[in-house]
């Protein structure tokens, strides 16, 4: 029976060259977005509550800005679910 062929090395910089990543960590995009959407939601239904007489559109939008800022809050929830 013919021996197998030996398969080449790779080259020790070529190794060194490739990103290794961990298969169960999340992107570096994940945390900072999650706590964006979060906080922005957050801010978005404060600013509603506090200073709607004062910005016009939040006003003219009505009921539509919970909508609004739960949205994002939930933007966020579901970003947190990336999160590893």
Not at 27 to 48: A, D, E, F, S
Request: with cysteine.
């Amino acid at each position: 029976m013919p021996k197998s062929r030996r398969r080449k090395k790779d080259d020790p910089m070529a190794q060194e060259s490739r990103e290794v990543r961990d298969p169960g960590s999340s992107g570096r995009w994940v945390v900072p977005t999650m706590l964006t959407l979060l906080l922005l939601g957050l801010v978005w239904i404060v600013v509603y509550y506090l200073l709607r007489e004062h910005i016009g559109f939040m006003e003219a939008l009505g009921g539509w800005n919970l909508v609004i800022g739960m949205g994002l809050i939930t933007g966020g929830f579901i970003c947190a679910t990336q999160w590893k």
